[in-house]
């Protein structure tokens, strides 16, 4: 009996050190692993070898990594992206989410927690859920969002939500069913430059479950996991971004 394959990564990355040490350790993790020294050579792999997740710094040479991800947007490309970044600064990780990544890491971070991420995406993606980090608009049943005019309309009715809880709202539905701890929510949604306590994600989840009429003792939408933070519950559709 044949094997199953092993998902295909492509690690972009111009630190020859990082390469060299993280291309093993995914390998060791059960991914087939391509390599590419810069953005450029990043797109050549991407077209010659159909990975099945691009991992990507954004610090780099000839093409650095969030032009490579517009590129793979603007050709329509869904392909899973974590991007990598020494940069810190809450609005490097907003815009990077907003221009379709998948994730998002600050470097120096735990290789254990790359590998989370990846397989969280591929479970999606292998489960027939299309990667959505590319998408203009995403559904929950009678919820839907557009993540490029960051509207939200629930039965059909537009509600408002103030800017971080809009953030919050997409971080967890591009992220459904995956349970997101209070820190990896900070870190994705406030950035680590801002001295915010957890409870900063816990005001913003009850102004969602206020507007979103979601009750959290039997969830539609956000399911509180004890001791850790979040979930969000119901499965998520592309929708197309919708102008009013």
């Known amino acids: 009996m044949t094997p199953p394959a092993r998902p295909r990564v492509l690690l972009v990355d111009d630190e020859s050190g990082i390469r060299d040490a993280l291309a093993p350790f995914l390998a060791r993790s059960g991914f087939d692993v391509l390599t590419a020294e810069d953005g450029g050579a990043g797109l050549e792999a991407v077209e010659r070898h159909s990975p099945d997740l691009v991992v990507l710094d954004v610090l780099m040479p000839v093409l650095d990594g969030r032009e490579v991800l517009r590129r793979l947007r603007r050709a329509g490309s869904q392909l899973p992206v974590i991007l990598l970044t020494q940069v810190g600064e809450s609005f490097e990780r907003a815009a990077a989410l907003e221009e379709g990544a998948d994730d ?82 900070l870190a994705a949604v406030w950035g680590f430059d801002q001295p915010v306590a957890s409870r900063a994600v816990d005001h913003r989840v009850a102004e969602l479950r206020k507007v979103l009429a979601d009750d959290s003792g039997t969830p539609l939408f956000i399911d509180t ?20």
């Open 104 to 185: 998002y890491l600050n470097k120096p971070f735990d290789p254990q927690e790359l590998v989370a991420r990846i397989r969280a995406i591929l479970r999606r993606v292998t489960a027939g859920q299309p990667a959505l980090g590319g998408s203009t608009g995403l559904s929950a049943g009678a919820l839907r969002i557009d993540r490029v005019a960051r509207r939200v309309w629930l039965d059909g009715v537009e509600a408002t939500l103030t800017p971080r809880a809009f953030s919050l709202l997409d971080y967890l539905m591009t992220h459904p069913d995956e349970v997101l701890t209070r820190e990896r929510l």
């Open 225 to 244: 996991v004890q001791g850790v933070g979040y979930r969000f519950l119901h499965p998520v559709a592309l929708t197309p971004a919708t102008r009013a």
